[in-house]
């Protein structure tokens, strides 16, 4: 059973994500992240990954079992206002977040950003596993949100514009979850300066725009605007503007990056702290 904590209007957040040894992705992200805005960050890794700015160098498992222990340990002593989930890699581990999701966390507003496709293109999750996020996670969720190559694998469309990305916003709609974030930074708009998201509703579509930035430091951004969305849902606040401030500490930890690493380097998480 969830604790009531005194101090809840800070924001508990739990993050079920995978660990980034280079920091810039992953449980790493999502801490800091949440932590830069003022809110508690608890965490339930699914797999730890030795890796940097240049790849994923090794991978190890945690079992499906202790997943589930440290999210229900979790819950029923801390609490949550929201839980984030990022990649849950493979079947088994889908199977015994979801299981407790529904033993611990009923009702806690869950964020899910659907980590399907790594950097280079490649998909990360088998059909199966794919069929069991659309059927079993996404329908919980509180807030979805994929990028372009992650929204056409789950809508099963090509997303070429603007207008397509709506459409395929709707398609994730239709699976039950109460919002979806489109993220356009992947989409080609070779012609334009501006980034659009779409934050789609059953109340309809709001736009997002902003100016794209030409940086190779944006490693973690879906991870980080992902724990800054739910951040601002534990706080208390209404979907589309924690939508707007998530994207707002995104793209000012983009401008500041430390500049880090010779490949896609990570983001400036501590901008919110006074120096």
Known sequence: MQQTSKNSAVGRVLIIAGSDSGGGAGIQADIKTVTALGGFAASAITALTAQNTNGVHGIFEVPPAFVSQQIDVVLDDIGADAIKTGMLHRTDVLDAVIASLERSGPGIPLVVDPVMVAKGGASLLD?????????????????????????????????????????????????????????????????????????????????????????????????????????????????????????GYVLEAILTAPGLGSGHGPLNHGHTVAR
């Open 127 to 247: 059909e199966d596993t794919r069929s069991v996020v659309r059927q079993r996670l996404i329908p919980r969720a509180a807030v979805l949100t994929p990028n372009i190559p992650e929204a056409e694998i789950l809508a099963e469309m090509t997303i070429a514009d603007e207008e397509a990305m709506a459409a395929a916003g709707r398609k994730l709609l239709a699976m039950g979850p109460k919002a979806v974030l489109m993220k356009g930074g992947h989409l080609d708009q070779s012609n334009s300066d501006q980034v659009v998201d779409l934050l789609l509703t059953s109340d309809g579509v709001k736009r997002f725009t902003s100016t794209r930035i030409d940086s190779r430091h944006t490693h973690g951004t879906g991870c980080t605007l992902a724990s800054a969305l739910a951040c601002g849902l534990a706080q208390g606040m209404a979907v589309e503007a924690a939508v707007e401030r998530a994207r």
